[in-house]
């Protein structure tokens, strides 16, 4: 151990005649501990619901869309063979959208309604979320076609398995007096839930034959192509990919364009929080500038004796720069220890419930990442050195002649 490291070592641990100073060394190392747990948790909560929130919108929304400037995609197949080519796309399916009115027992609500073929309900993520019903009759025709449904818009409707749906669609046959609505009947032969209410309210699933003829439109007739990729970071680069192989009339869109004001929401709000609870590590970084202005003026004959012993104002400096490294590093430790403590618990026995009518999960999620916790213990160990330099820079100009006059 060097001298520097070891005289700090020993200011630390030691009893100070003036027991105050103890007390507020333990203070700072409790305030950056402090600060530590709160950037942990925080940010690991923060983190965990952008995932969630990413995830549920994933598993119903596209990671990239294919659309048509002209209107209607019509024979999307060649569409299908060149976009797999690509590499890095996992599948691609067609689908129709359009909005329509859903009336039941219960009343009448809006629906956005989407065509699909039932083969392609894993690309759609259908099969992970339907909790009662079979997709496999989804293009079942009589003895009315089938629809899928959002759990929340079920109970809304008042429907149950089985229960006749009547669909208001705008229809593209054009009569003396202009576009007229079509009536379609289906049967209630799926539901499903995604935990998110936008879309279990809002969202319905037919066969793409039976939206075809519904809208009536031409068999080869869709609206987009959805498609899902691999890693999900790369869907802007995918895009451009996808682009540059089929290029006018076609356009893509990618989940990130799609969603940016709410992530960006997400990012902003995490960079908030985490500023703002950097100042509890700065409360205790002062706290370290206090105990050190005190420990020097205790210390005064002290230093004038190592001066005078040919110590350099340099490594007098280094004493007490290294002392409140010291009490930032423990500070730091304890903060991991109980800031990944509770996230541990948190995220095991999920002991913090939140209120179903408010948000859309009923528990804090939690997800940890490397680079928060590197960014957070690096950070408060630099708060706790500059906090040192000042004590420090008033040790190093201590007169010994002057320190010993009256010794």
């Given at each position: 151990?060097n001298?520097?490291?070891?005289?700090?070592k020993k200011?630390?641990?030691t009893r100070?005649?003036q027991?105050?100073?103890?007390i507020?060394?333990?203070i700072?190392?409790?305030?950056?501990?402090?600060?530590?747990?709160?950037?942990?948790?925080?940010?690991?909560?923060?983190?965990?619901?952008?995932?969630?929130l990413?995830?549920k919108?994933?598993?119903?929304?596209a990671?990239?869309i294919?659309g048509?400037?002209?209107?209607?995609?019509?024979n999307?197949?060649?569409?299908?063979q060149?976009?797999?080519?690509?590499?890095?796309i996992?599948?691609?399916?067609?689908?129709?959208?359009?909005?329509?009115?859903?009336?039941?027992p219960?009343g009448?609500?809006?629906?956005?309604l989407?065509?699909?073929?039932?083969?392609?309900?894993?690309?759609?993520?259908?099969?992970?979320?339907?909790?009662?019903?079979?997709?496999?009759r989804?293009?079942?025709?009589?003895?009315f076609?089938?629809?899928?449904?959002?759990?929340?818009l079920?109970s809304?409707?008042?429907?149950?398995?089985?229960?006749k749906?009547?669909?208001l669609?705008?229809?593209?046959k054009?009569?003396?007096?202009?576009?007229?609505?079509?009536?379609?009947?289906?049967e209630?032969?799926?539901i499903?839930?995604?935990g998110m209410?936008?879309?279990?309210?809002?969202?319905?699933?037919?066969?793409?034959?039976?939206?075809?003829?519904?809208?009536?439109?031409?068999k080869?007739?869709?609206t987009?192509?959805?498609?899902?990729?691999f890693?999900?970071?790369?869907?802007?680069?995918?895009a451009?990919?996808?682009?540059?192989q089929?290029g006018?009339p076609?356009?893509t869109?990618?989940?990130?364009?799609?969603n940016k004001?709410?992530?960006?929401a997400?990012?902003?709000?995490?960079?908030a929080?985490?500023i703002?609870?950097?100042?509890i590590?700065?409360?205790?970084?002062?706290?370290?500038?206090t105990?050190?202005?005190?420990l020097v003026?205790?210390k005064?004959?002290?230093?004038?004796?190592?001066?005078?012993?040919g110590?350099?104002?340099?490594?007098?400096?280094?004493?007490f720069m290294?002392?409140?490294i010291?009490i930032g590093?423990?500070?730091?430790?304890?903060g991991y220890?109980?800031?990944?403590?509770?996230?541990?618990?948190?995220?095991?026995y999920?002991?913090?419930?939140?209120?179903?009518?408010?948000?859309?999960?009923d528990?804090?999620?939690?997800?940890l990442?490397?680079?928060?916790?590197?960014?957070?213990?690096c950070?408060?160990?630099?708060?706790?050195f500059?906090?040192?330099?000042?004590?420090?820079k008033q040790?190093?100009?201590?007169?010994?002649a002057?320190?010993l006059?009256?010794?």
């Amino acid at each position: 151990m060097n001298f520097e490291l070891f005289i700090a070592k020993k200011y630390l641990l030691t009893r100070q005649k003036q027991s105050f100073i103890s007390i507020i060394t333990i203070i700072s190392i409790l305030g950056v501990a402090l600060g530590v747990a709160a950037l942990i948790i925080v940010l690991g909560v923060m983190n965990g619901f952008s995932q969630n929130l990413e995830n549920k919108i994933l598993g119903v929304n596209a990671h990239i869309i294919i659309g048509s400037y002209t209107g209607p995609i019509q024979n999307y197949s060649r569409i299908i063979q060149l976009t797999k080519k690509i590499q890095g796309i996992k599948s691609v399916a067609p689908f129709l959208y359009s909005e329509v009115m859903a009336s039941g027992p219960g009343g009448v609500k809006g629906l956005i309604l989407r065509g699909i073929r039932p083969q392609d309900a894993k690309v759609f993520e259908l099969s992970k979320t339907l909790v009662a019903g079979n997709i496999a009759r989804l293009d079942q025709s009589s003895p009315f076609p089938g629809i899928i449904l959002g759990k929340e818009l079920v109970s809304q409707l008042g429907l149950t398995l089985g229960s006749k749906v009547n669909i208001l669609a705008p229809s593209s046959k054009k009569t003396s007096i202009g576009f007229t609505p079509k009536i379609v009947t289906f049967e209630l032969i799926g539901i499903f839930n995604t935990g998110m209410y936008e879309y279990d309210s809002s969202l319905g699933y037919i066969s793409l034959r039976q939206a075809q003829k519904m809208l009536g439109l031409k068999k080869n007739s869709i609206t987009a192509l959805e498609v899902r990729v691999f890693d999900i970071y790369k869907a802007p680069l995918l895009a451009k990919k996808i682009l540059e192989q089929l290029g006018y009339p076609y356009y893509t869109r990618n989940w990130i364009e799609m969603n940016k004001n709410l992530f960006s929401a997400l990012k902003l709000e995490k960079t908030a929080m985490g500023i703002i609870l950097s100042m509890i590590i700065l409360v205790g970084t002062f706290s370290i500038v206090t105990a050190l202005i005190m420990l020097v003026t205790e210390k005064t004959k002290d230093i004038a004796v190592m001066i005078s012993m040919g110590a350099t104002p340099k490594r007098i400096k280094k004493i007490f720069m290294f002392q409140g490294i010291v009490i930032g590093i423990i500070g730091t430790f304890l903060g991991y220890i109980v800031g990944l403590s509770i996230c541990f618990l948190l995220k095991k026995y999920q002991f913090i419930k939140l209120p179903k009518g408010v948000y859309y999960i009923d528990h804090l999620p939690i997800l940890l990442k490397y680079s928060d916790l590197i960014i957070i213990g690096c950070t408060a160990i630099f708060l706790c050195f500059l906090a040192t330099l000042y004590p420090a820079k008033q040790a190093a100009k201590l007169e010994p002649a002057i320190a010993l006059r009256y010794e």
